[in-house]
């Protein structure tokens, strides 16, 4: 059974930087789409960014583009965000995501059939 563990989460200040891994425990990421989501506090999941399976294209949402960079590495069966230029309102818990979705569904929820188990991020002076 294929888990994913995500880790790198932590408390930092505004514009502070923190590089979030997604371990596939038991399995592979290779064949698979990646994405990360987040769910602010009191507030709905959003996406946030993804890897499409041949690793060619990239989406962000608006809010992150120019500063967070998804990426991955199907040797270590590890996806990664990297996130810089951190503001208060990316305080969240970050969520990593696999799947095969279809081009249209490539920013929902519902392309991807493997979550991880969230790990806090938390922008904070």
């Known amino acids: 059974q294929v888990q994913l563990v995500e880790s790198g989460g932590g408390l930092v200040q505004p514009g502070g930087a923190l590089r979030l891994s997604c371990v596939a425990s038991?399995?592979?990421?290779?064949?698979?789409?990646i994405a990360w989501f987040r769910r602010p506090p009191g507030k709905e999941r959003e996406f946030v960014a993804a890897?499409?399976?041949?690793?060619?294209?990239?989406y962000y949402a608006n809010s992150v583009k120019g500063r967070f960079t998804i990426s991955r590495d199907n040797a270590k069966a590890t996806a990664y965000l990297q996130m810089n230029s951190l503001k208060p309102e990316d305080t969240a818990v970050y969520y990593c995501?696999?799947?095969?979705?279809?081009?249209?569904?490539?920013?929902?929820?519902?392309?991807?059939?493997?979550w991880g188990q969230g790990t806090q991020v938390t922008v904070s002076a």
């Open positions: 995501a696999v799947g095969i979705p279809i081009l249209s569904e490539v920013r929902s929820a519902r392309g991807y059939r493997l």
């Open positions: 038991g399995g592979t990421l290779s064949g698979y789409s």
């Open positions: 890897l499409r399976l041949s690793g060619s294209s990239t």
